[in-house]
């Protein structure tokens, strides 16, 4: 059934189907004139049965039976022998075009349309089921309609969970058995049915099974597949959780101009400066939620002067579910006094409503509080005489922390909420995950396999996520990243993936420890700019990252370097509120859909996207994983799109206008990409009236 | 047994091309060959049933079988000669069996009655591997419309502590596996696709160039292969002896006779493996005849009646014919006294022709080793929900001075061999004497069987009481008795090898063949025919689910 080599067909073979072909012609042309004029006589469904025999891939053929079969029940409504005739023949038919093709979908799905009827008995669809899993166990048209028929016979969970275990006994290279399974124990498991419970004894004894396909044949792919759905099991916590926020909890904000600078006393990882009279309020949930608003989420101060405040989800699709939300406080209607500070109190979920996509409740209200210290704010600064930021290397200097910063860092630990594990059930997941590692280093002693090296890699972050609220270090790090990076070289065609993760792993490194950030973060030297809130900057430059992680960390960054990476994506970057200043230049990023992110980054004044890859593929392959951008769903001015863009066409530069003409960036820096023409400039010129500065030249103001 | 020999009448005609002296299982596949090669062929047997040393019998039976073919056979009369052109030499019966020791412990169990119902091998444990050469040849002679087969549900082996672990011999049994660690699982199944990589290489012509086991590794010991691939003893036990089927200690050079070469290891593997699973209804690797073995020469006799060879039953020949002049065989004597002539005979091998010229009865001489058979009669299972298993003890697995491996059969009634509840249990191992092979088989039945000590089955139920706990089966009746191992051999009379010490009847058929080759160098076994009453496809085989 499987693995077997095609032939090259002979030449009596194509005989066969020439004449089949011909046969098959004639009776399509017959079927579609009965199907046209709505004639449902015994002859024209004889020429129809003929056809799906011989084809049962041709959907019109099944949709013609089924409004034969509705005129016919009409007309013999009363008698109960006739409509069981009418549907006993539709199962005859589906059989024998079964026999021609097993995995026929036109066919399965019309024995589920006529068995949905309720007139059918369902005794043979059972035997008729074994027989097909039979010719092949892996069918998965046969599984799916397995679960069909065993909800309409109300055969139990149980049972249906002893056939997958007789079917993965027979031959465990079985994906619709281990599949089957995973969905009926979730099920068996969220209802707590008896015998199910606890959790934690039943996904041992999966362990236990699945352990013995892994390691009798680990390069069959089934039992992978399943260990990866009882890890998940095993690790995820189902309600969400906030994980971070801006401004992080127990800190000190400090709203400053630029005079204030020089003020050491300043941490200047909490100094932040806005131009819009407002602050932003990030909260971070570990998985993406809804239901975030005035009502879930409270927040008090003085500095909320509007009452309700509106929360507004940080999603690049426009959904109206998201990991981050944000919201803005105001502060220019009161007269706000040096010498004071204003605190802010900001309780979560003590109303429920907040809820994640799966459908679980945020269970666990907390709070956070921070500080607002304001510094006189001096006018004359803002409005001219905008410098240009540099990235020279020359103009970093490594940050050196001061002793006497109060409140240096960091959301990075600040809000480990407790998940609703209990403390049993946390240390079976620890001993769990780390008897698993223990097992897959075994395995990898004894031969070499991708795929257990990406399960041990997964095993070991698992662990070290488990583990981090207690240790803000990572123990595991290194192997993971020697694990991917061999990974990587054995598994060629899925390097990409492996480097993203890899980099998702160094970025975690990065930022688990204050010391170990402390080591990217710089002083930009350049501090005349106005447009630096602080002059912190965080470089993770040249550290051959694919994928942006951690970001939950990294909401306090204002200024960030990504330059000479291997980005292709900059997903998660939304998060970061406060970001005025981004550099990613060199790396791999191949179009405007990519930047897509930034549109939600309001602050963002300075961006060098110089030496990247736009333009010069013809195909934007990351268009495919986002949405349409016609399917955008905010109003769209085009009037007004028309007099800015003018004689350019504007579909050419679709992408990069969603892009910028929302942004209010003074500063670009888009040399060295396919797409920077004169042409390019000037439109970009026309879309972003702010600018100042483009690829280094100062523009002249209109 | 001859005394209605002289009521027959006479066989007409009188001249054959073939005539054939006793119906075990090689003798018929020459009689059903040599037919449907348009052969006459007159096929004889003294005994009263087919079979002759591969039959399956009652229990009445089988005990006076053995015992009449165990005693010195009285002297023949030396046949008169009688002034024709050739001289009569007497032909003797050579005793096969000796040291037959039979003991029933429940007469009241198996009385007359119930004696009757048992189909028990002589040539005991045995058993066919689906992919078999045996069962190709089955299908190939249209025999397979007289006998039905089953599968054999599991195979295990017995360990030092004395418990019964299956073989995992497939990858589902090894997923299923309980006694295998993870690690094992593992080292076990990347062996097999080792193998089977290896297989699938040479049927490629060595594209790569390299075969997957090296030239030196498939002529170096087997044991010394499984070494290299740093296999455990356990695995290594278990590949040996339960999946290669190796007799000898092959850890131990000094002791072992036949060391078992990587590349027929292999090739033994390669066979056990594409038995599981050939045919759909037999989940492993073995299966067996329903009735017993005895079908299997029965079968292959009707294929050669229906291509006209005659068969007569309860008659004895008393000698061999030899031409005076050349002294070559001319044709043989009834015991009734009719002479009957052909141009080849075959003999079974408990027959000796007593030459004038007394040159040394060929074959016995030169073979050392003996096969030790045993048979218990139980009313329970040796292992719950299980009826018809194999069994293996390899070496050193009772006692430290076990060199060889022995080999163990349960079948229950629902395979016909025996009244419903009851198990038939066979044992064998090859030995060097009667002592060294009794003492083995005893040691492999106490271990998995509770023997008692004398023929009171009052004191067997005490001593089953006793220990509880650990419940074996009760022997009710018991047989044990050595059989000498011959080869076949091909002269202008020629001898058919006697049953094997091995579970298959591999080398056996292998031997017969050679032999029919060797008288009929031109004729195929058995020629393609289009008929349909010779179906050769697999579908048809016959196999109870």
């Not at chain 1, 005489?385 to 630990?413: A, K, T």
């Not at chain 2, 007394?358 to 329970?380: F, H």
């Not at chain 2, 080759?517 to 393609?528: G, I, N, R, T």
């Amino acid at each position: 059934m499987h693995g077997q080599p095609r032939k090259a067909p002979k030449p009596e073979d194509e005989a066969a189907s020439a004449a089949k072909a011909e046969k098959l012609r004639s009776l399509q042309s017959q079927f579609l004139c009965f199907h046209h004029s709505n004639i449902y006589s015994k002859e024209a469904l004889e020429v129809n049965s003929r056809l799906l025999e011989i084809n049962p891939e041709y959907y019109t053929a099944w949709n013609y039976r089924k409004l034969a079969v509705e005129h016919r029940l009409t007309q013999s409504e009363s008698d109960p022998d006739s409509v069981n005739s009418i549907l006993n023949e539709e199962l005859k038919v589906v059989e024998s075009a079964l026999r021609q093709n097993f995995k026929s979908y036109g066919a399965w799905h019309h024995r589920k349309w006529v068995l949905s009827k309720g007139q059918s008995s369902l005794d043979h669809e059972l035997r008729l089921l074994d027989r097909f899993q039979k010719a092949d166990s892996r069918n998965f048209h046969a599984w799916n309609y397995r679960r069909f028929v065993a909800s309409l016979l109300n055969i139990s969970e149980v049972d249906e969970l002893q056939y997958t275990t007789d079917m993965i006994n027979k031959n465990f290279s079985n994906y619709s058995a281990w599949h089957n399974r995973s969905v009926l124990l979730s099920n068996l498991l969220k209802r707590k049915a008896q015998g199910f419970f606890p959790k934690e004894k039943v996904l041992n004894e999966e362990y236990e099974l699945v352990h013995q396909a892994l390691f009798t044949d680990p390069d069959d792919q089934s039992g992978w597949f399943y260990h990866l759905w009882l890890l998940e099991q095993t690790v995820k916590a189902d309600a969400p959780l906030l994980v971070s926020s801006w401004p992080a909890h127990d800190s000190n904000l400090i709203l400053l101009g630029e005079s204030c600078l020089e003020d050491s006393a300043l941490s200047p990882f909490n100094t932040f400066h806005s131009e819009l009279g407002t602050i932003p309020l990030v909260v971070y949930f570990n998985k993406a939620v809804e239901g975030v608003n005035s009502s879930t989420i409270s927040v008090e101060s003085v500095l909320n002067t509007k009452g309700e405040l509106t929360w507004k989800p940080l999603s690049t699709n426009n959904s109206q579910t998201a990991q981050v939300w944000v919201t803005y406080l105001n502060y220019p209607n009161i007269k706000l006094h040096s010498s004071e500070f204003y605190p802010v109190e900001v309780s979560v979920g003590h109303t429920q409503g907040i809820i994640s996509s799966s459908g679980f409740h945020y269970s666990h209200p907390s709070r956070f509080a921070f500080k607002v210290f304001v510094r006189p704010f001096e006018k004359d600064l803002a409005g001219h005489g905008v410098e240009m930021v540099s990235w020279r290397e020359d103009n970093f200097l490594l940050y050196e922390s001061h002793s006497q910063e109060s409140n240096p860092i960091l959301s990075l630990d600040q809000l480990n909420i407790k998940d609703d594990h209990e403390e049993s059930s946390l240390k079976w997941r620890a001993e769990t995950i780390a008897n698993e590692i223990a097992l897959f280093r075994e395995l990898l002693s004894e031969i070499n396999c991708k795929i257990g090296k990406l399960t041990l890699a997964r095993l070991l972050i698992a662990h070290e996520t488990m583990l981090s609220p207690i240790a803000n270090k990572m123990v595991h790090s290194e192997e993971v990243i020697e694990l991917y990076s061999d990974l990587m070289k054995l598994d060629s065609p899925h390097s990409q993936y492996y480097k993203d993760e890899r980099s998702l792993v160094l970025l975690q490194q990065i930022t688990s420890n204050r010391e170990s950030l402390l080591r990217y973060c710089f002083r930009h030297g350049d501090r005349t700019s106005s447009i630096l809130g602080n002059s912190m900057c965080l470089r993770l430059n040249n550290i051959s990252l694919s994928r942006m992680g951690s970001i939950e960390k990294l909401l306090w960054v204002q200024m960030l370097d990504l330059s000479h990476n291997e980005l292709r994506s900059i997903e998660g970057l939304e998060a970061m509120q406060l970001l005025s200043c981004l550099n990613l230049s060199n790396n791999k990023l191949s179009s405007f859909t990519a930047l897509g992110p930034l549109r939600l980054l309001k602050s963002l004044k300075v961006l060098d996207i110089s030496f990247n890859e736009i333009g010069s593929h013809s195909i934007d392959t990351t268009r495919y994983l986002c949405s349409s951008p016609l399917s955008h769903t905010e109003e769209i001015d085009w009037s007004h799109d028309e007099t800015v863009t003018g004689d350019v066409n504007l579909t050419n530069y679709w992408e990069a206008f969603l892009i910028f003409k929302d942004l209010n960036l003074t500063q670009l820096d888009i040399v060295g990409n396919a797409i920077a023409d004169e042409k390019f400039k000037s439109f970009l010129v026309k879309i972003v009236p702010t600018l100042k500065w483009l690829d280094g030249q100062e523009l002249q103001l209109h | 047994m001859s005394e209605d020999a002289s009521s027959y009448p006479p066989i007409e005609p009188t001249n054959f091309d073939l005539i054939v002296l006793g119906t075990g299982l090689p003798e018929s596949v020459i009689a059903a060959a040599a037919s449907a090669n348009g052969k006459t062929v007159l096929h004889l047997d003294p005994n009263p049933f087919y079979g002759s040393n591969y039959t399956s019998l009652s229990l009445q039976d089988l005990s006076s079988f053995l015992i009449s073919h165990s005693a010195p056979p009285p002297s023949p009369p030396s046949a008169p000669s009688d002034g024709h052109d050739f001289t009569p030499a007497a032909l003797a019966a050579r005793p096969l069996f000796s040291h037959v020791e039979i003991s029933s412990f429940a007469p009241d169990v198996l009385g007359e009655e119930h004696s009757r119902k048992f189909n028990v091998d002589l040539c005991g444990p045995r058993v066919l591997f689906c992919a078999d050469k045996s069962i190709d040849l089955i299908l190939k002679s249209g025999a397979n419309q007289y006998v039905e087969f089953k599968g054999v549900d599991a195979s295990f082996v017995y360990n030092e502590n004395g418990k019964l672990t299956s073989v995992p011999d497939s990858r589902a049994a090894i997923f299923k596996d309980k006694s295998l660690g993870l690690t094992e699982k593992n080292q076990l199944m990347r062996f097999f696709k080792l193998v089977q990589q290896h297989l699938d290489d040479k049927g490629g012509e060595d594209e790569s160039g390299n075969s997957r086991i090296s030239e030196q590794d498939l002529e170096s010991p087997f044991v010394e292969f499984l070494n290299k691939m740093r296999l455990p003893p356990k695995i290594k036990s278990i590949i040996l002896y339960a999946i290669a089927m190796a007799d000898c200690d092959q850890d131990n050079v000094d002791v072992c006779e036949d060391v078992l070469k990587t590349k027929d290891g292999i090739d033994r593997l390669a066979l056990y493996n594409s038995s599981v699973g050939r045919f759909p209804n037999a989940l492993g690797a073995f299966m067996y005849p329903i009735y017993g073995h005895g079908e299997l020469p029965q079968a292959f006799c009707r294929r050669a009646a229906v291509k006209g060879c005659i068969h007569v039953l309860r008659m004895p020949v008393i000698a061999v014919l030899m031409d005076k002049s050349t002294g070559h065989y001319k044709g043989v004597r009834l015991s009734s006294g009719q002479d009957l002539f052909s141009h080849q005979l075959i003999l079974d091998p408990s027959f000796i022709v007593q030459l004038p010229l007394a040159s040394s009865p060929p074959g016995l001489g030169s073979i050392k080793r003996k096969v030790a058979r045993g048979i218990c009669i139980t009313k329970s299972s040796l292992r719950p929900e299980t009826s018809n298993f194999l069994v293996i003890y390899p070496p050193r697995s009772l006692f430290p001075e076990q060199v060889t491996s022995i080999r163990a059969l349960q079948i229950g009634s629902d395979l016909a061999v025996c009244p419903l509840g009851m198990f038939v249990i066979y044992f064998s191992t090859l030995c060097h004497d009667a002592n060294q092979g009794e003492n083995l088989l005893n040691a492999a039945m106490d271990s998995l069987l509770t023997v008692p000590e004398s023929a009171h089955p009052e004191s067997s139920t005490t001593v089953h009481s006793e220990n509880s706990a650990e419940e074996k089966p009760t022997v009710l009746w018991k047989a044990l008795y050595i059989q000498e191992l011959t080869m076949g051999h091909f002269e202008s009379i020629s001898s058919t090898p006697i049953p094997d010490g091995n579970l298959n009847y591999n080398n056996i058929l292998q031997a017969t063949l050679k032999l029919f080759q060797k008288m009929y160098p031109l004729e195929e076994v058995f020629p393609e025919t289009d008929s349909p009453e010779n179906p050769e496809d697999d579908h048809e085989f016959s196999l109870e689910s």
